[in-house]
């Protein structure tokens, strides 16, 4: 029994301070204030102290902007495209050059051609075309973006 007045005892102090406390802040708000504050306050006239405040006020105003001045000095435009260019690719494909296959191997685990008198292999690269396939029919070379068979 003794509890429970005790709990309802403390409730009833803290609602008694919560709702008290508002009203003490604002009169300790009103001892707080400066005896120029007071003043302006009462009078209702605040000139001096608004032109003191945009005086500082501009002061530091121009002071950080001064400090935070922007210059693109040395840095990159962000607008423009910054990317590696590829050369431009010219007006006339390349004409296919010239192969002479002096003879050919496709029958064995490594296909091979004799071409312009260099032994070739499957994967290899020959004058910018490369042999992608060696069997009965001929040499296959991709060149350009084609391919071309050659005999």
Do not use: H
């Not at 300790?28 to 032109?51: C, D, H, I, N, R």
């Not at 400090?67 to 296919?96: E, G, H, I, V």
């Not at 910018?128 to 991709?142: E, Q």
């Amino acid at each position: 029994m003794k509890k429970i007045e005790l709990f309802i005892m403390v409730v009833v102090v803290f609602l008694a301070v919560a709702f008290l406390k508002p009203a003490a802040c604002f009169s300790q708000e009103e001892e707080g204030l400066s005896v120029k504050s007071k003043a302006v306050v009462a009078t209702g006239s605040s000139t001096a102290v608004q032109s003191q405040y945009d005086e500082t006020t501009e002061k530091a105003i121009k002071d950080s902007q001064e400090a935070l001045k922007y210059t693109s000095d040395n840095l990159r435009d962000p607008f423009t495209l910054n990317l590696p260019q590829a050369p431009a690719a010219s007006a006339q494909p390349k004409a296919l050059p010239q192969f002479k296959v002096d003879g050919f191997i496709w029958g064995s685990s490594i296909p091979q051609a004799i071409i312009n008198g260099k032994v070739y292999g499957v994967g290899d690269t020959v004058e910018s075309a490369k042999i992608t396939k060696i069997d009965k029919t001929g040499v296959t070379i991709l060149f350009n973006g084609s391919n071309y068979v050659i005999k």
